[in-house]
């Protein structure tokens, strides 16, 4: 897409969906309930198969809500254009999902009793991801190549600002009792135990059942094959489904068919020095 990005308070965002004005009521007046749930990511880490477990956790393993609603229905981003409009229609217990970086989060939040669940993903392999994504969402402009595309992300300089910044603002709260944080990776790896996880932070009752029902229809296959959840029904002003799938692989490790040598071991080096003080250690970390 062809357009400027404008920053706010140090983020770059894009025009159409967001403005100061869209932003600045997310920031500073947008009411936050205490029952309300938040997803929270850097975009491309694994925001709608959360909104899916979640909607299935909401309806007690039911699919049908998530057969039959939109998927950006069920959680709107509260900070776009849509969402703001699309909030009053969500029935409380809301779940509501957002990709602001901490510092310009909505400032209600912290006054309130709500809960966030934080979803983080190997930064190589949202590089991926995002790449394709770009190359199809009316919100990114369309890479030049992957090379440069790279090179911008490593510098922060994307709809929605820094991987790092975002990832070592939120994590600021990850001693906090209202505040879960889980991998992409651990998703994958074992999905049930990750749902059970879910479920003591929300403080919601399951056994085997429902359990199993939620690994089971917010699969990649279920919702790539759900048209409530693969966005295919989303307008061409948002996707341009001519070039390219919504839902385009659900894998780790794929950075390892993108990235040069010389990339892999740039990245090393930039990841090392801007972690480096965050004292955690992340799943991609450990495997």
């Known amino acids: 897409m062809s357009f400027d990005y404008f920053m706010y308070k140090g983020v770059r965002f894009s025009p159409g969906s967001y403005s100061e004005e869209i932003l600045n009521f997310a920031e500073n007046e947008f009411q936050v309930l205490d029952d309300d749930v938040y997803i929270v990511t850097y975009p491309k880490s694994g925001t709608n198969w959360m909104i899916e477990i979640l909607s299935l956790l909401k309806k007690d393993g039911d699919p049908t809500w998530c057969n039959d609603v939109l998927i950006w229905l069920r959680a709107p981003w509260y900070e776009t254009r849509e969402g703001q409009?699309?909030?009053?229609?969500?029935?409380?217990?809301?779940?509501?999902?957002?990709?602001?970086?901490?510092?310009?989060?909505?400032?209600?939040?912290?006054?309130?009793?709500?809960?966030?669940?934080?979803?983080?993903?190997?930064?190589?392999?949202?590089?991926?991801?995002?790449?394709?994504?770009?190359k199809i969402i009316c919100?990114?402009?369309?890479?030049?190549?992957?090379?440069?595309?790279?090179?911008?992300?490593?510098?922060?300089?994307?709809?929605?600002?820094?991987?790092?910044?975002?990832?070592?603002?939120?994590?600021?709260?990850?001693?906090?009792?209202?505040?879960?944080?889980?991998?992409?990776e651990e998703l994958q790896e074992d999905c049930q135990g990750s749902v059970k996880k879910i479920c003591n932070f929300l403080q919601k009752d399951y056994d085997a059942k429902l359990i199993e029902?939620?690994?089971?229809?917010?699969?990649?296959?279920?919702m790539k094959n759900n048209k409530m959840s693969n966005y295919s029904l989303a307008t061409e002003e948002f996707i341009d489904h001519s070039k390219g799938s919504f839902?385009?692989?659900?894998?780790?490790?794929?950075?390892?068919?993108?990235?040069?040598?010389?990339?892999?071991?740039?990245?090393d080096k930039v990841y090392q020095e801007k972690m480096k003080d965050l004292n955690v250690k992340f799943f991609w970390e450990e495997t």
């Open 85 to 134: 409009s699309q909030i009053k229609d969500v029935l409380p217990p809301r779940v509501v999902t957002s990709h602001l970086p901490f510092h310009i989060f909505a400032k209600s939040f912290f006054k309130s009793k709500a809960k966030i669940i934080y979803v983080l993903r190997n930064p190589r392999d949202i590089i991926v991801s995002l790449y394709y994504f770009s």
């Open 139 to 184: 919100h990114y402009k369309n890479p030049a190549s992957f090379d440069k595309f790279f090179e911008d992300f490593v510098h922060g300089n994307l709809l929605y600002g820094s991987w790092f910044d975002h990832v070592k603002g939120w994590m600021q709260m990850k001693d906090n009792s209202n505040f879960f944080y889980i991998t992409y």
């Open 213 to 222: 029902s939620v690994v089971k229809h917010s699969s990649f296959h279920a």
């Open 247 to 267: 839902m385009r692989k659900g894998v780790s490790g794929d950075w390892k068919n993108h990235f040069t040598v010389a990339q892999s071991e740039h990245f």
